[in-house]
C-alpha cells in the first residue's frame, strides 16, 4: 500500500508553479517600459471595435464581466481614438414658437454658431432698443407724426362741431356727464340759455316756464339726436383707428427697413431655413408692437420684489436662444462617461420657476440638455444597474435608441399620474451607448425585453483569466511597470515582479493562466509599496508581495479564526488522528465575498437492513441544495451498479454533515459521502488524518472541484495546529493537479515528507488510501476478490439481502 500511495502522491514541484526571476531577463521594473497596452481581453477588444465602428442602427454595444477586469479602461482607450478624429457636430438651440408657445421650436446649427446666433439675438434686441426709440425722436418723423395726427384731430373738430351746430338748432346743447370713471357726452335741453336735465323739466312745468307740449317735442328731438350723436362717435371712433393705423404705417415706414435690415443680417449669417421662418416669426412679433421698445417711466419700486420681477416683459424672452448644448469647444467625437444616471442627468429637464404670483411657470429658456443629448454624434457610456434602478431611466434610453429621437421632459411627465402641455420638438440624435454592468443584468434583460436585443447588438464579454504564456507574461511585467508610474510606487526587483506573477496565477486557480483581475493586482502592488516603505526599503521584493499578501488575508479572516479556534477547542469535532468506521473529514469552501477559505467538516454514515436507500439528512431537514441531492442520487446510481446486480439493494443509509447548523450545496463532498457508506457496510475504518474532496459520476469516476488551494490550506492549518506527524494529507482529483498554487508553508512540510497531496483518478484509488487496504477487482462469477473492501461491502449487502427476504415470507 505504500507503494501505492506514493505513486499518488503529487510531486513537491508540481503543488505550485514557481516563475524563475531569471527568466523575466530583466533586474528590476526599472529597465521595463510601461504600456498602455490592453492586457489579456483579445474577444472583448474585437467586440467593442465592432461595436464602435459600426454605424448601422441597434449596434449599441453591453459590456459584461468582472470587475477590476479593465472593463472602463478599455472603453475609455478605445474611445480615446475616435476622440481625435474630426467630426461634423451641431449645436442645438430652442427658440419661442409664436404660434403656440407651449411647443417650443428646435434649431440645429454648426457646431459654434450656436452660441453666435445667441448673441445675434441679443445684440437684435438691443439694436431696436437703440434705433426703435431714435426712430422715435427724430424731428422728421415727429413732423409727420405731427401732421397726421392734426389732420384727424381736424376731422374729429368739424364732425363734432357740426353735430354741436345741429344740437344748437334744436335747443339743445353737448354735455359730459360721469358715468363710473368715465365722461361720455350727452344732450341736455337748454332753457333760459342754461342746459338744464330733463329730470327737471317738471319743475319748469309748473313754473310755466314750458309746456308740455313743449316737453314732448323735446323728447321728440332728443331722441332723434341720440341717434345722431351714436353715429357722431362712431365718425370719431372710426377717425381714431384711422390716426392709430396712419401712426403705425408711419411707424412701419421708418422703422421696418431698419427690423429687416437686422433680420437679413443675421438670415445671411446662418442660412438655415428653419431660422428664417423662425426670424419672419419675430419680424412680425416686433412689427406688431413697436411701442414696446419705447423706453417707459420708471415704475416705483415694491418692496420685496426686483426690478427685473416688476418688469419681466422688458427681457425679451421670446426673442432670446437657448442653447442647449454648445460644441463650440468640443474637439473630435464627443464621449460623455455618466456616473450618475439619474433620469435628468442622461435625458436633460425642464426646469420650472415662481412668478411674481407665486404660481409655477416655465418656457423655452428653462429647457436644460442631458448627457445622451451632449454625446450627440459620439458615445455615452454608463453603468447598467445604476440606469436600472433609477426611476424611468431604462424605459426612456430604450424609447430614444429605438426611434432616434430624444423628447426632452421633466421625469414625473407621464409618472405619477402627471402630464404637461409644454413639450419642446424633439431632437434626432445619432449616440452609440456603451453600457456597463455583469452577465446577470445582461441575460435577464435579454430574456425579459424584446427591445433589449434589438437596441443592444454587440455583447463584449470580459474575461477573468488568460493563457500564462512568455508574451503574456511579458504584458504583467509592463503592467506593473505601468502601475509604478502611475501610482508613484517603488521599483519591483525581478523576485517582486515573480511575486506578483504567481499571485495572478493563484488568482485565476489555475497554472496554465493568468488573472486579468488588475484592479487586485494594482491594490496588491501598491500595498507591497506600503510596506517596503514601512521596512524602509528602496525597492519592492518577494518579501513586501509576500507580506502584503498575508496582510490582506488577516484583514478580513476573522470568521476563519473563529470556526479553527472552535475546532481547536473541540466545540466543532473533527478528528485527525486515528482511524473511525463510517466517518471521514470532508472539505468545503466558505466564500466570505473578499475572501474564501476552506475548512474540514465531519461527514459520517450509519447503515442498516432496509428499503429507504440512500436517507440524505440534510435533504429530509429542507437544509440541502440542489446539486448536493443531485451528488446523493449519483452516489445511489453508484452502488447500484457496482452491488445490485445480482441481488436487490436493501440498505438504508443515512449521512450528513455533522454540526451542519447553515444548509449544505454542491457535489464535491460526493465522494467522500462515499467513502464514509462503504467503510460503514464493510466495518473497515477510516484514516480521519486524511481528508477528501471530489465528486463522483455514477461510473466511480472522481471529477474536479473548485477551491482546491483554499480546501488544503484549510485543513492542513488544523492539522499543523495540533503537530504534523508525517501521515496527514487530502486527496483531490486528478485533474485538479493543474490548479494547485499552495502556500510556501505547505510546500515546505511537502518536502519533509509532514504532508501529502494525493490526486486519485476513482473511488477505488481513495478507498485504498483511506483504509490501507485493496479496493478488490469484480471476479467473473460477479463477487470480488476475498478480503478487499468491495469483497466486504458485497458480503454485507448479500446478508441484507438474505435476512430481508427471510423477514418477507
Known amino acids: 500500500m505504500a507503494k501505492s500511495k506514493s505513486n499518488r502522491e503529487v510531486p513537491v514541484d508540481q503543488l505550485r508553479w514557481r516563475c524563475d ?36 442602427p441597434g449596434y449599441n454595444v453591453f459590456v459584461t464581466g468582472f470587475s477590476g477586469t479593465g472593463r472602463m479602461t478599455t472603453i475609455k482607450r478605445l474611445l480615446s481614438e475616435f476622440h481625435r478624429k474630426k467630426i461634423p457636430l451641431k449645436d442645438h438651440c430652442y427658440v419661442h414658437n409664436f404660434q403656440n408657445s407651449d411647443q417650443p421650436i428646435l434649431i440645429s446649427l454648426p457646431a459654434g454658431q450656436g452660441v453666435k446666433f445667441q448673441e445675434d439675438m441679443e445684440d437684435f434686441v438691443q439694436e431696436l432698443l437703440k434705433d426703435i426709440p431714435s426712430v422715435f425722436e427724430s424731428r422728421r418723423f415727429k413732423e409727420e407724426r405731427k401732421r397726421s395726427m392734426e389732420f384727424f384731430q381736424e376731422r374729429q373738430r368739424s364732425v363734432l362741431k357740426d353735430f354741436e ?42 313754473e310755466g316756464k314750458v309746456t308740455k307740449e313743449q316737453i314732448e317735442q323735446m323728447m321728440k328731438d332728443r331722441t332723434l339726436l341720440e341717434g345722431q350723436m351714436e353715429l357722431m362717435l362712431r365718425e370719431l371712433r372710426n377717425i381714431e383707428r384711422k390716426a392709430k393705423e396712419s401712426v403705425n404705417e408711419l411707424s412701419e415706414r421708418f422703422i421696418l427697413p431698419i427690423l429687416k435690415d437686422h ?66 469647444r468640443t474637439e473630435g467625437v464627443p464621449i460623455v462617461i455618466e456616473t450618475n444616471p439619474r433620469f435628468k442627468n442622461i435625458f436633460g429637464t425642464i426646469e420650472r420657476e415662481i412668478d411674481r404670483n407665486g404660481i409655477w411657470r416655465t418656457d423655452f429658456t428653462l429647457i436644460k440638455s442631458g448627457s445622451l443629448l451632449k454625446a450627440d454624434g ?40 402627471t402630464s404637461s402641455a409644454f413639450k419642446p420638438e424633439p431632437i434626432d440624435i445619432d449616440v452609440k451607448v456603451v453600457m456597463l454592468g455583469d452577465a446577470y443584468i445582461y441575460f435577464l434583460l435579454y430574456d425579459q425585453d424584446d427591445d433589449f436585443k434589438k437596441i443592444f447588438k454587440v455583447r463584449a464579454d470580459f474575461d477573468t483569466e488568460m493563457p500564462k504564456q512568455p508574451q503574456t507574461i511579458d504584458k504583467y511585467v509592463h503592467f506593473i511597470k505601468m502601475i509604478c508610474d502611475d501610482e508613484k510606487l517603488k521599483p519591483f526587483d525581478n523576485s517582486g515582479i515573480a ?91 466558505l466564500d466570505m465575498r473578499e475572501y474564501m477559505f476552506g475548512i474540514p467538516t465531519r461527514i459520517t454514515a450509519r447503515t442498516s437492513i432496509g428499503r429507504s436507500g440512500i ?28 452491488y445490485a446486480l445480482n441481488k436487490p439493494l436493501t440498505m438504508n443509509a443515512s449521512i450528513t454533515f455533522e454540526q451542519n447548523y447553515g444548509g449544505v450545496d454542491g457535489d464535491s463532498a460526493s465522494s467522500t459521502e462515499i467513502y464514509a457508506i462503504l467503510s460503514s457496510l464493510a466495518d473497515v475504518p477510516l484514516h480521519q488524518y486524511i481528508s477528501v474532496t471530489g465528486s ?15 480546501k488544503i490550506e484549510g485543513f492542513f492549518d488544523i492539522c499543523k495546529k495540533r503537530g504534523l506527524t508525517g501521515k496527514e494529507g487530502v486527496l483531490i482529483p486528478q485533474q485538479n493537479k493543474k490548479d494547485l498554487m499552495l502556500r510556501q508553508d505547505i510546500i515546505e512540510a511537502a518536502a519533509k515528507g509532514k504532508f501529502h497531496i494525493y490526486a486519485i483518478k476513482t473511488i477505488n484509488e481513495g478507498i485504498e488510501i483511506l483504509t490501507g487496504l485493496p479496493a478488490g477487482k469484480r471476479l467473473k462469477d460477479g463477487s470480488f476478490e476475498k478480503g478487499s473492501i468491495h469483497y466486504l461491502v458485497d458480503q454485507t449487502l448479500t ?3 438474505t435476512h430481508w427476504k427471510a423477514l418477507s415470507t
Open 165 to 206: 351746430q345741429k344740437v344748437r338748432e334744436r335747443g339743445f346743447e353737448v354735455i359730459q356727464v360721469q358715468v363710473g370713471p368715465t365722461m361720455r357726452p350727452d344732450i341736455a335741453p337748454v332753457i333760459d340759455k342754461q342746459p338744464i336735465a330733463f329730470e327737471q323739466l317738471d319743475t319748469y312745468v309748473k
Open 263 to 328: 433680420i437679413k443680417d443675421i438670415h445671411v449669417k446662418y442660412k438655415n431655413e428653419k431660422l428664417l421662418r423662425y426670424l419672419e416669426d419675430v419680424l412680425e412679433s416686433v412689427r406688431s408692437d413697436f411701442n414696446r421698445f419705447r423706453p417707459e417711466e420708471p415704475v416705483q419700486q415694491i418692496p420685496g420684489l426686483t426690478q427685473a420681477q416688476q418688469v419681466e416683459e422688458d427681457a425679451f424672452v421670446e426673442y432670446q436662444v437657448n442653447v442647449v448644448v454648445d460644441n463650440s
Open 696 to 710: 463522483v459520476n455514477q461510473k466511480g469516476e472522481i471529477q474536479p472541484i473548485g477551491g482546491v488551494n483554499q
Open 499 to 589: 511575486a506578483v506573477i504567481e499571485y495572478g496565477v493563484r488568482l485565476a486557480g489555475r497554472q496554465n493562466k493568468l488573472s486579468t483581475r488588475f484592479n487586485i493586482v494594482a491594490d496588491l502592488a501598491r500595498e507591497a509599496n506600503y510596506w517596503a516603505l514601512n521596512g524602509k526599503s528602496s525597492i519592492i521584493t518577494e518579501e513586501h508581495i509576500t507580506k502584503a499578501i498575508y496582510e490582506r488575508i488577516e484583514r478580513v479572516k476573522l470568521v476563519e479564526d473563529k470556526m479553527k479556534e472552535m475546532i481547536d477547542e473541540g466545540t466543532l469535532m473533527i478528528d485527525t488522528d486515528g482511524d473511525v468506521i463510517g466517518q471521514v473529514n470532508g472539505l468545503s469552501v
Open 378 to 417: 459620439g458615445f455615452l457610456v454608463i453603468n447598467a444597474l445604476d440606469a436600472l434602478v433609477e426611476q424611468g431611466v431604462w424605459q426612456t434610453l430604450k424609447r430614444t435608441l429605438r426611434n432616434g429621437l430624444l423628447e426632452i421632459q421633466p421625469i414625473e411627465s407621464g409618472l405619477f399620474g
Open 615 to 642: 436517507i440524505n439528512i440534510e435533504r429530509e431537514a429542507e437544509m440541502s441544495g440542489p446539486t448536493h441531492n443531485k451528488g446523493v442520487l449519483i452516489i445511489s446510481g453508484y452502488l447500484h451498479g457496482m
Open 21 to 56: 526571476p531569471k527568466s523575466l531577463k530583466v533586474k528590476s521594473t526599472d529597465e521595463v517600459k510601461p504600456t498602455k497596452e490592453i492586457i489579456g481581453q483579445d474577444r472583448a477588444l474585437r467586440a467593442l471595435q465592432l461595436g464602435l465602428q459600426m454605424k448601422h
Open 799 to 801: 446478508q441484507y439481502a
